[in-house]
């Protein structure tokens, strides 16, 4: 399956989305990316991974997952990318309570006042 500008704009016009033609652009290339994707996946072997319970088999398999994961991240249009980005866990300093609770269209004892629902 060809994923085309209007795909994209049909898929995003049910999403209630608005799309910029840069936008449109971007979606394409990423959704033909992972279409393409799906289909390596899709015509890989897995008649000996299944029923196999050694751990040759199994590695054999992670070993071919590897391969189409380090092939498709090759490609600079690809969206599966091997790392996963990190970042370091720095504490800051949160709001205080009246920062949080100064748009609060209601305040009771320094708690939002919501409307019951049940």
């Given at each position: 399956?060809e994923?085309?500008?209007?795909?994209v704009?049909?898929?995003?016009?049910?999403?209630?989305?608005?799309?910029t033609?840069?936008?449109?652009?971007?979606?394409t290339t990423?959704?033909?990316?992972?279409?393409?994707?799906v289909?390596t996946?899709?015509?890989?072997?897995?008649?000996?991974?299944l029923?196999a319970?050694?751990?040759?088999h199994?590695?054999?398999?992670?070993?071919?997952?590897?391969s189409?994961?380090?092939?498709?991240?090759?490609d600079?249009?690809?969206?599966?990318?091997t790392?996963?980005p990190?970042?370091?866990?720095?504490?800051?300093?949160?709001?205080?309570?009246?920062?949080?609770?100064?748009?609060a269209?209601?305040?009771?004892?320094n708690?939002?006042?919501?409307?019951?629902?049940?």
């Amino acid at each position: 399956m060809e994923i085309t500008p209007s795909i994209v704009t049909h898929i995003a016009e049910l999403c209630k989305l608005k799309l910029t033609p840069e936008e449109i652009e971007k979606f394409t290339t990423e959704l033909s990316s992972i279409v393409k994707y799906v289909n390596t996946i899709q015509k890989l072997s897995i008649s000996n991974t299944l029923s196999a319970d050694t751990s040759d088999h199994k590695q054999d398999a992670c070993d071919t997952l590897l391969s189409v994961s380090n092939t498709l991240s090759a490609d600079p249009n690809c969206v599966f990318k091997t790392e996963t980005p990190l970042r370091e866990d720095i504490i800051k300093e949160g709001f205080s309570i009246s920062e949080v609770l100064a748009n609060a269209p209601a305040v009771y004892n320094n708690y939002f006042v919501v409307p019951k629902l049940i």
